[in-house]
């Protein structure tokens, strides 16, 4: 099948790729010249396992071109995915003016039928504003098309391939059979595509991230609670997730949930609950938790150094949002590591794909290493942020000979509290007792 994909960021490259390995013709539209530029030289813009080997792969065969020229996509192709950024607004709502601009342009460079998809994730309504805008746009049929992502960063290629579901929002039976017939290599076990409206399936991507978030948030509130009473989040976590209703998934307590998706998804659907007069308020105690763990990790960590804050240096293992990727935003590293820094600390990070996002993010304000090691030397503690797999079995007796006092926030809950006090270390980590 003939596809194009406007808007070759996350999403848009990663579905773009995906669907040239299902042997899919794709032409990927961007108006970033540069980054075009840079993925015709077979330069991936972002950090995500398995990404750049399929994007090689398929340029080569010839069934991934990168252009900026959106009539090209448009007319060489039937289906037609927007892809394009929807950041929050100053109210906190989506933005979706890039979609329904490139929605027009789509309609302005069509010469004859298509089907128009939405990929990226959009408040709910924003269908009837994309036809409504086409319509006005163009006199050729087109339908129309919710299909929203459900990929996690650090696994949204084997996400794609290897869907859990594929949510299609459209009423037209023939369309229905064209997406299932696009979406059929990914499917080859067992049919996971679901239909709906479109609006249901605008609805589902926020309620699936919110849902996700609030069990994060939870968690991370009944830490604090076991915390006070010496109970083990962790022995909770296993109790609580073997019930088969709730299940083990999202239940590990840490610093809070940060990245693309949750915090933007969250704000979004509280946004559109205040709009409609219906207040989200479960929405906005997810999001309020979220924000307290960060702070209360953080205050835990300046509280231990009290006076001395001014002259503690901070090693930090872990910049991006989690591991298995390179985005740092609404990372709670970076909230944290903000407060370390006003409060006159220093701060020596290592992390494996964003320490160059995260210069940038904090102005150059802290030091950074090419060795998780490296960070640890003269530094008065080490905080982990970040899942990642080489923090997970590190040589706590080197840790223990390079920072000036053996101590470790963990702020992921990875080590065994027993174990590392025995290696001569002080632990403090989230929920269990210390």
Not at 102 to 117: L, W
């Amino acid at each position: 099948m003939r596809v194009s994909v406007v808007g070759v960021g996350y999403v848009g490259l990663v579905a773009a790729a995906c669907l040239a390995e299902g042997g899919n013709h794709v032409v990927c539209v961007d108006n970033d010249r540069k980054k075009i530029d840079d993925l015709k030289k077979g330069k991936i813009p972002i950090y995500e396992p398995g990404l750049t080997e399929i994007v090689q792969h398929n340029e080569a065969a010839g069934r991934l071109i990168f252009t900026t020229d959106l009539e090209e996509g448009v007319k060489n192709s039937l289906v037609i995915f927007l892809a394009v950024g929807t950041p929050p607004a100053k109210d906190g709502s989506a933005d979706i003016s890039a979609a329904l601009g490139v929605a027009e342009a789509v309609a302005e460079a069509m010469d004859g039928y298509r089907i128009v998809v939405t990929k990226s994730t959009v408040p709910v309504g924003t269908h009837r504003k994309v036809i409504e805008v086409m319509a006005d746009k163009t006199e050729h049929p087109f339908d129309y098309v919710s299909n929203p992502e459900f990929l996690k960063e650090g696994s949204a290629v084997d996400d794609f391939m290897k869907p859990d579901r594929v949510i299609i929002g459209t009423t037209n039976p023939a369309v229905m059979e064209i997406m299932k017939q696009l979406y059929a290599p990914f499917m080859r076990k067992s049919s996971r595509i679901l239909f709906m409206d479109p609006a249901s399936a605008e609805m589902a991507k926020y309620v699936a991230n919110t849902m996700l978030a609030a069990r994060i948030s939870f968690m991370n509130e009944i830490s604090g609670l076991c915390e006070k009473f010496g109970a083990d989040i962790e022995s909770v976590r296993a109790g609580v997730g073997s019930d088969l209703r709730i299940g083990n998934a999202f239940l590990f307590a840490g610093v809070g949930y940060g990245g693309s998706c949750f915090p933007k998804d969250v704000q979004a659907l509280i946004q559109m609950g205040d709009q409609q007069g219906c207040p989200m308020s479960i929405a906005k105690s997810v999001q309020q938790a979220n924000y307290t763990q960060q702070d209360r990790f953080a205050q835990r960590i300046l509280d231990y150094f009290g006076d001395r804050a001014g002259t503690t240096t901070l090693a930090v293992w872990g910049l991006a949002f989690k591991a298995r990727t390179d985005d740092i935003r609404e990372s709670p590293a970076i909230r944290c590591i903000k407060k370390f820094l006003d409060a006159g600390m220093k701060i020596k990070a290592y992390d494996p794909e964003a320490i160059r996002a995260a210069e940038t993010e904090l102005n150059g304000r802290i030091e950074t290493a090419a060795n998780s090691y490296d960070v640890l030397d003269g530094a008065d503690a080490l905080v982990v942020f970040t899942e990642w797999q080489e923090f997970r079995t590190p040589d706590f007796e080197l840790i223990g000979q390079k920072l000036k006092q053996p101590v470790i926030f963990d702020g992921r809950n990875l080590y065994d509290p027993n174990y590392v006090k025995k290696q001569g270390i002080e632990y403090h980590s989230i929920g269990r007792g210390s």
